[in-house]
């Protein structure tokens, strides 16, 4: 299973644009990255996901490079209730479609 | 649509009791699974399931046991619970393999 690698925690000012790094060095051309978090350890919200294109919805903007070995998630403008763990997810789709969760980056948001 | 519940919220179990935590999704998904997760880590794999009457272990399925006999409901059991099975239970459900999960509030489970 592809790993990923996220910074531990980041900070962020509210009202700023919150970019937050992944890097899945080991992707296999099939697999999807999903990115999900998770606010005072309720169950955990489903963000974007993407295959090698860029992608946007009314939550955040994904970012992916062109090798797919990393990838960016881009929150345009932070809220205090975005303070929450996100979780970038190379995503098994044989296997039930299995998420591998890895530690997670803690995004604190300040006023 | 209630998506995924998860009942009970909270549970305590003493040391060799069994029990059965429930997940019901009302939304026809195929897949389901059950994570467990550990103060300050992510979520952990323990089963899966990709239709009825098909089940999977995950990465920690040891002293745990399911069996997806609808298209609803994916029970989880605990056959014998021990002090390391303390943790918050997640229980998620999606259309297919590669489309959006959803989860579900959680179990907490504390085994004394």
């Known amino acids: 299973d592809a790993k990923t690698t996220q910074p531990t925690s980041m900070d962020c000012a509210e009202g700023r644009a919150a970019n937050l790094p992944c890097n899945h060095s080991?992707?296999?051309?099939?697999?999807?990255v999903y990115w999900y978090r998770q606010i005072h350890s309720q169950g955990p919200q489903y963000i974007i996901h993407?295959?090698?294109n860029n992608e946007t919805n009314e939550m955040a903007s994904l970012i992916i490079t062109e090798d797919r070995k990393s990838s960016t998630l881009i929150l345009p403008h932070a809220t205090l209730r975005d303070t929450a763990v996100y979780y970038c997810?190379?995503?098994?789709?044989?296997?039930?479609?299995?998420?591998?969760f890895g530690q997670g980056t803690e995004l604190s948001v300040k006023p | 649509n209630a998506g995924v519940t998860q009942t009970p919220k909270f549970q305590v179990l003493k040391t060799g009791q069994s029990m059965t935590l429930q997940c019901a999704q009302d939304?026809?998904?195929?897949?389901m699974s059950w994570y467990r997760q550990d103060p300050g880590m992510g979520l952990r794999l323990i089963h899966y399931?990709?239709?009825?009457?098909?089940?999977d272990q995950g990465e920690v399925p040891n002293g745990y046991n399911v069996s997806r006999s609808t298209t609803e409901d994916f029970p989880l059991r605990l056959l014998s619970a021990a002090p390391s099975q303390t943790s918050v239970y997640f229980c998620?459900?999606?259309?297919?393999?590669?489309?959006?999960?959803?989860f579900g509030q959680g179990t907490r489970l504390t085994v004394v």
């Open positions: 939304m026809n998904h195929e897949y």
């Open positions: 993407g295959l090698k």
């Open positions: 997810i190379v995503r098994v789709h044989n296997q039930g479609g299995k998420l591998i």
């Open positions: 998620a459900s999606s259309y297919g393999s590669n489309t959006e999960a959803f």
């Open positions: 080991t992707i296999s051309g099939n697999e999807y």
């Open positions: 399931s990709v239709g009825a009457g098909i089940t």
